[in-house]
């Protein structure tokens, strides 16, 4: 097409990069502003995150990204992070996807589908018993991503980087305090590894995501309890040639010369795939707290503790592969290369505490990922459960900082779920990795051993956790009238289940997480039943499309105030025009058939919404599901009902539709977390009268 | 895990960012070094290419890619290219999904599944005549991505970044010729847009993909042969409001007003999607010709000339919407935005000549894209012809530098498969865009302008392609007994139809084209029937499965020999390990039966295979289909057959198994693309005796 006349906007010319999400809208004044730079003396930032593994680069991303001013530091001067978890769970995939990092996340991982279980057989060596599906819970993922932790940090902080932001590497913490007063009452002292420079910058709040030897948890009082076992293992990351057939499964073997767990890892840059194998090492080897003798005596205490240490240092490379040889026989594994190893002692222990308030009572410094919680690598939740310490508080932090809820509404419920969680984590790990070290057939049966990996795999996929009831979190009228799994269910305190989706307006297939931004905001799934066109009910469900479309969106924003285009400042990468409500409306109807037959009546045309779906909200009017609609849901294609998910895409509340009015269940659950938002008159918040009126 | 004893390889630090491609060997002399820079006087590249949009960008990503040395430049400073098309086509996205860029398109653009058909209505205005699937063949995508052709010309840019390469802006060609001699005989004269500087670079090959005015064509003797027509439009992105209920599907409008194509095209940074509207301009405004007239009087030119020219100026941005207006009634549209627009005449052309050559008959100098082809933007073609181009000349340039083909074998190939398809295109255009300019129900019918729409979709959507037979798709004997499509069919010329595919060793789900990297090589696919593992069969089976996995990769390559790890030059990514083999050999077997129960015999492990599938192509053995496995591809599973697939994906010969053999139709093929390199025993190839010996 030449043309031979044309004109062009300005825009055109910055958007070769991609677009970015938006930011959350600010109520409170603006971010500080440090002249002499974010790691000079007296900076002031509004979060200060300690330790840049999974969990405080993803809670440093999420911030980064809702536009709240963080500053991530750790010791480590490299760019490779410690921590050497290498499983990313189906709930976490869900997570990535919606930010945008799935893709890279299977460009470079392995993915994993089966586990297989091998025990020993008659007559010696080693026999298949089972092959099942590694992921036993419904979710989008039917799958593991096996890769290094390093890789996916590298991952997350790209995307930092592309939202403006930068982690600080070699800066560790001296020590902190909460002062009595001030809009940064955290001082946090840090030092810059290399030159030795110490100096002091000031926090609203402080995270401490420094690892199982947290100095943040330290400082707040937090003890980590629990127990050790004498079990010690090793663990090494090789390329391998074996005969073992299933190499490039997850397998659990048992042999009577020990246990193995191996896990199928990713391509590195020779072209070649890497194994993770674990191996208990031999009783002799491995009994560290049986040398170790409790006593009064000094002298007997340190010739014990050297004891200790004597036996774990036997733990060597070859010794490992020695026990690795054993266990696998009759198959032969021979070692290309080795790209790490290592050794760890079993242990399942959980921090008394994982916050610390203010004289106020406001959570001022709190704690996430190995820094709350260890455990063995053996379900894979380390790199899981931390990521998703982050995404939980990153939320919710944001909100506070930014003035978007009533203050002090949110952050208690961080300890409140996530608490909740690492007890459980624990409790599977004291149970699925004791099943790992017992002989089977003597100490444990195949039966039971089994029984405890399909068990846990609601919870290990992450796709089954269920946060306890909160504000957030409310028990309330229940419309689910079809019998369903838990799973999948519309139920509070549980993830939003994705099912396929249909975008009415260009018959577009997507899935419904898809559809949903990560950006910080609340959603309102309107469910419209089959027949909401029919003469009976038409007008009653036009009131409700247009309450969630106009009315609602409008309390808790404002249409077109912010209505510009932002460019990050360190990058060239455009951000998406502005949020202008903290809660997006979404139509949904029950597929499979099409909503031109939904009816009782006449065809519909996505025009025959009220006005505003047409022209604010066209791409959320959304066919959702597969053969069964709802079903999988709980709810009832022929009654509807409305659902509103949290920003981290959690469901806080279901109901009957008929909540959806003025003065209905629906806004007061809303008023409870955005309350703070809302004004008089006229859908226009009046904020909290310290910054921007409206949203 | 806190580990209490580790260690880790050198290497694990340099793979946060994720491993790229390998390059192709190299069995010629290193790339020249220029230690004034690539833009010094004198400086020596094997590939300059002239103009970076769509095609020029690919050739230049892929050659890159692949290891050889290109200077990309243009003559616009700006980042943003020029050029306007907007529409990616199924056959497109693949290739973008093999490069690893398809996410990021299907991040950034709209997808298009339907188109609708809306035609005149009696009693005036106008009606929904046919909603129907805007992609009619088989492929991978039923849909096309619309996205400003900047954006993606951006996204391949990226990729070409991160592998070590970087397109110059602010060059343009002065003129180049061909010289007598020498191993870099293409002069090239170029000149800095902003500083004037004249310079001269030498090249073994140019090519033009400077577009529509292309100084390259001009400069190879190239003439644009075709016709413009009469009919001038007026084309428009912008944010609209509206009541046309199809606004965000691709819609075909004649009313008697006129005529519309509309595009739901991406989001931008306001958070709000574009539209573009095409719209013919009444006929009293565009009619440029017929203002023209051709005379002997200098005056009469001049004066037919500049009523031409006011014609074409009377095409603004007013009239447009003014046509648009009038033509959707009884629908109201508003301009919320206007992102660009432009106006154009219709006109179908191709270049005369495409190629020029030295004196020994090869080919030196060549043209692409727009260079090559004119057409009109309503079948979507510009971009997606443009790049395949680009990714048809790219490996063919490559194996011609590298000295992995015989010298002069497959250039030739480029204008014979490339110019047939652009004569296609130029005569689908001319049914289709007509159609779009005459009145239907008057000058065309509804039916006669929706058939050409269907009959070209095995054209326009680049997946019902085929090339003309030549040494590199030669017609074969034939293994398609069973009845099927010729666009699914494993035909010699058409591109490999993709099937859903596990892969064995970890029966992770996967789709064939996912597996076959595009990295430059040869693949050879073995069909395996179901029976393979029978009493009768099974020992000619494990002779083939020995000679495709271990004889023909090692002739043409060598194992081992450059098993190491290769940084790109100009960045911290890692490059995956160099190829060791220019063939790489796959083990299909068919869906979905497992291969456990395929035989009729035992249970099937991976380990049953010759050993070389195990240690070295264990990802390369695949169960692939749906319900009917080979069914799409003609080949009856009970039979099986082979496959050898160029390195654009698209089938060079297809034969019955038991050519799997030395001195079979396989290796006869083989031979004729890749002798070059192969040596007269043991497996090692000698090389062409002016570089390494060894592949």
């Known amino acids: 097409m030449p043309v031979f006349q044309e004109e062009a906007s300005p825009e055109m010319l910055n958007r070769e990069y991609g677009i970015l999400e938006p930011r959350l809208p600010r109520l409170t004044p603006p971010p500080p502003h440090n002249p002499s730079g974010p790691l000079s003396d007296g900076a002031k930032h509004e979060v200060v995150v300690i330790g840049t593994g999974p969990a405080g680069m993803m809670l440093s991303l999420m911030l980064t990204r809702y536009g709240v001013s963080v500053l991530a530091v750790d010791k480590q001067t490299t760019r490779v992070i410690s921590g050497h978890a290498d499983g990313i769970q189906p709930r976490t995939l869900e997570i990535l996807r919606q930010l945008g990092l799935a893709d890279e996340i299977f460009r470079q991982g392995n993915p994993n589908y089966k586990i297989a279980f091998w025990n020993p057989k008659k007559g010696g060596g080693i026999e298949r018993t089972a092959v099942t599906n590694d992921v036993t819970v419904p979710g989008r993922y039917p799958f593991k991503i096996l890769l290094a932790a390093g890789r996916v940090v590298g991952i997350l902080e790209r995307q930092m980087v592309a939202y ?34 110490v100096f002091t910058v000031y926090a609203k709040h402080l995270v401490g995501a420094d690892g199982a030897h947290s100095k943040v948890r330290a400082g707040i009082g937090g003890e980590m309890i629990g127990e050790s076992t004498d079990y010690l293992w090793g663990v090494v990351d090789a390329v391998v040639k074996t005969d073992f057939p299933d190499i490039r499964k997850r397998c659990a073997i048992h042999s009577d010369s020990g246990s193995i767990m191996c896990i199928p890892r990713e391509r590195i840059e020779n072209g070649k795939y890497l194994t993770r194998l674990y191996t208990q090492m031999e009783s002799n080897v491995a009994s560290p707290s049986s040398a170790f003798t409790n006593s009064n005596d000094p002298e007997e205490m340190k010739k014990s503790y050297e004891r200790a240490l004597a036996q774990r240092r036997e733990v060597t490379l070859p010794r490992i592969f020695d026990q690795v040889a054993k266990t696998l026989k009759p198959f032969k594994l021979e070692v290309e290369k080795v790209d790490w190893w290592g050794a760890y002692q079993i242990g399942q222990r959980v921090s008394s505490k994982f916050v610390l308030k203010d004289k106020s009572g406001y959570e001022r410094v709190l704690i996430m990922g190995d820094a709350c919680h ?75 051993f089994f029984g405890t990996f399909r068990e846990g795999g609601g919870f290990t996929s992450g796709c089954g956790i269920e946060y306890p009831p909160s504000a957030l979190t409310l028990p309330t009228t229940n419309p689910l009238t079809l019998p369903t799994s838990a799973d999948t269910a519309l139920r509070p305190g549980r993830r939003l289940f994705s099912l396929p989706a249909t975008q009415f307006a260009g018959e577009i297939k997507t899935h419904l997480h898809d559809i949903l931004p990560a950006n910080g905001v609340y959603q309102l799934l309107l469910l419209l039943p089959r027949t909401f066109k029919s003469p009976q009910t038409r007008n009653s469900w036009y009131r409700r499309e247009e309450w969630v479309g106009a009315v609602l969106p409008d309390r808790y924003g404002g249409v077109g105030d912010h209505d510009t285009a932002d460019v990050a400042d360190t990058t060239t990468i455009t951000r998406g025009g502005a949020i202008v409500s903290l809660i997006y409306p979404y139509l949904l109807y029950p597929l499979p058939r099409t909503l031109h037959s939904a009816s009782t009546g006449a065809k519909v045309e996505w025009t025959d919404f009220p006005p505003i779906w047409r022209d604010r909200w066209w791409g959320n009017v959304l066919g959702v599901g597969g053969a069964g609609g709802y079903t999988p849901w709980g709810v009832d294609p022929e009654k509807g009902a409305v659902v509103v998910v949290r920003p981290d895409g959690v469901v806080g509340g279901v109901w009957d539709a008929d909540e959806v009015r003025e003065g209905g269940g629906v806004e007061a659950w809303v008023e409870g977390v955005m309350g703070a938002r809302r004004g008089g008159s006229g859908g226009r918040g009046r904020g909290r009268g310290r910054g921007e009126a409206r949203l």
Chains 1, 2 share one sequence.
């Open 164 to 197: 403006g932001g930068k982690a600080k590497r070699g800066v560790e913490m001296v020590r902190f305090r909460v002062m009595e007063e001030g809009e940064f009452p955290v001082e946090v002292v840090l030092r810059e590894v290399q030159s030795g420079r």
């Open 374 to 448: 260890t455990h063995s690598p053996k379900a894979g939740q380390g790199m899981n459960v931390s990521m998703m310490d982050g995404y939980n508080l990153s939320w919710k932090l944001a909100h506070e900082i930014l003035g978007l809820c009533p203050r002090g509404s949110l952050l208690p419920t961080y300890e409140l779920e996530r608490a909740d969680v690492a007890r459980q984590l624990i409790a599977f790990d004291t149970r699925f990795a004791g099943g790992f070290s017992r002989k089977i057939g003597v100490e444990v049966t195949h039966e039971e």
